[in-house]
């Protein structure tokens, strides 16, 4: 028996299933069936019954309104993506596209004057709207020799620039000259070495310039003009065909690129100053520590010395010091190692392990030493006759230091040093090489260093050691200028044949002869 509730339920959903599906298509499944039985779609779909695909809008290029296709396509409903007009492209056909890709020999790039606007940027060597035409050699006029015609009086002449390279102090290290040529292309030397000296290495830069690749350069003069500790310059004339009349001006590098991976790889200008150690056993000398290192001083009598033993300091009576004494416990010592006090030749654990903050010079009448304390802390004069050291330095430590007969203090070692400079040993048994700063002593006595690993050494008998310290220059310059303009023409073939844009070659004339027919034949 069928109830009149169950006969109002069964025509509600009649009647709902009958209001949905008078939307067109069930609106395709791309959207909501509304009022009045029309399809409200989905973002991106459209029609009456939601079945095609909306495209990407863009700025209209004949409205300026926004529009499919930025009226510059068609749209396929079925993917919604646009099908752009020939000369445009991009989702929206918003942007122009370079002609034929640039044909391989170029770059699509965005206009700086309008983003839209696409142009091809091509290649050395290649030329056109689509980059499809090469570029062939170009030189002097064999058939002209004054500067224009009529003028006589001035007859043509070689491009000659200048390079200066400058420091505030002893320079060293290396820069780069990069040398745009006529085609496009840019090429850089291999880095050219700085000097302090007067000598002249003009043929080391000739040979650099000489040596790019593919003979974009084939012959230049290279002439010194200032050769000193601060200024290193040259002349550089350029006397071939190929790089005939006024030249872009040559570029120079001196940041240096030091890194792996950098092409290339050079230190860029640095200030170089050195310190020349000679060994002594009664000043310092230098001393070159690998791994941590534990070092037992000579001894001293404390008793004699009025050596004096707080909880933060040592200290050395004034007037009770006998000569050398000091510098027998105090000679390798540095801030930053640590310490402890033997007498007799045993450890005093009494005092614990001290690290050095703080020293006075070596050599001063009442020397002392500052520490922070592990243990210990005794505060007493020390009166032991044998009372000596036990000193830890840490690893890769480049120090000066004194030995068992010490008496007096030399110069510092690491004034001029920051973190990550670079310094240089030479005379020394095995550490000539170059080391990277790690850190600085605040004592400038010692640092520690980074990257090739120190050898054990104590500085010979006889032997002198040179550290030169090199750090980056500030008030350093390059500067490029032109000394006398090139004159002579810089035509494609010379202006004595026709380029061939397919193969990039000149036809050259009848009578002359050469890659740019810059050369004429013998005359019959």
Known sequence: MVTSSKLLGLC??????????????????????????????????????????TCPYGTSWSSGAYAECSDKGSCDRKNGQCKC?????????????????????????????????????????????????????????????????????????????????????????SFTLTYTDKYGGSWTTRPMNLYSDTNDHSQELEDLIEKLPNQVIPDVTVTKVTSSTTVNSYDIAFLHSANSGDQNLLTC???????????????????????????????????????????????????????????????????????????????????????????????????????VTGMSAKDHATPSVTFTHVGGGSTTDLANAATGLRITKKSNTIMLAGLSSFTTASSTFATALSVGDKIAFSGTNHNDKTFTVASVSS??????????????????????????????????????SEQVKGTKESEVCSSRGVCDGDTGLCTCFSGYTGENCDSQNAQI
């Open 85 to 173: 007009d020939d000369g445009y492209g991009g989702q929206d056909c918003s942007r122009t596209v370079c002609k034929n890709g640039c044909s391989g020999h170029g770059s699509c790039l965005p206009s700086s004057a309008n983003s839209a606007m696409y142009y091809c940027s091509c290649d050395g060597g290649f030329s056109g709207t689509d980059c499809s035409s090469r570029l062939c050699p170009v030189g002097d006029d064999p058939m002209t020799k004054e500067t224009y015609v009529g003028n006589s009086g001035q007859l043509q002449g070689d491009e000659t620039q200048r390079v200066v390279v400058t420091g505030s102090a002893s320079i060293a290290g």
């Open 443 to 480: 004592s400038k006595l010692s640092i520690r260093v980074s990257g090739e690993a120190v050898v054990d050494e104590t500085q010979a008998t006889g032997s002198t050691i040179v550290a030169s310290q090199i750090t980056a220059q500030s008030g350093h310059s390059c500067v490029v």
């Open 253 to 355: 590098d001196i940041s240096g690129c030091d890194l792996d991976g950098c092409q290339p790889r050079f230190t860029g200008i640095k200030k170089a100053t050195s310190l020349s150690v000679a060994h002594s056993t009664t000043a310092e000398s230098f001393r070159f520590i690998n791994s941590q290192v534990v070092i037992d001083t000579a001894t001293a009598a404390a008793n004699t010395n009025g050596i004096t033993m707080l909880a933060t300091s040592l200290t050395f009576a004034s007037g009770g010091v006998t000569a050398g004494d000091h510098g027998k416990l105090l000679g390798v010592l540095d801030i930053g190692d640590s310490f402890q006090i033997v007498e007799g030749g045993t450890v005093n654990a009494n005092y614990g392990v001290m690290t």
């Open 12 to 53: 509600l959903m009649l009647g709902a299933a009958y209001v949905y599906a008078d939307c067109p298509n069930s609106c395709s499944g791309h959207g909501s069936c509304g009022d009045n039985n029309r399809c409200l779609c989905y973002a991106n779909w459209q029609n009456a019954d939601c079945s095609e695909r």
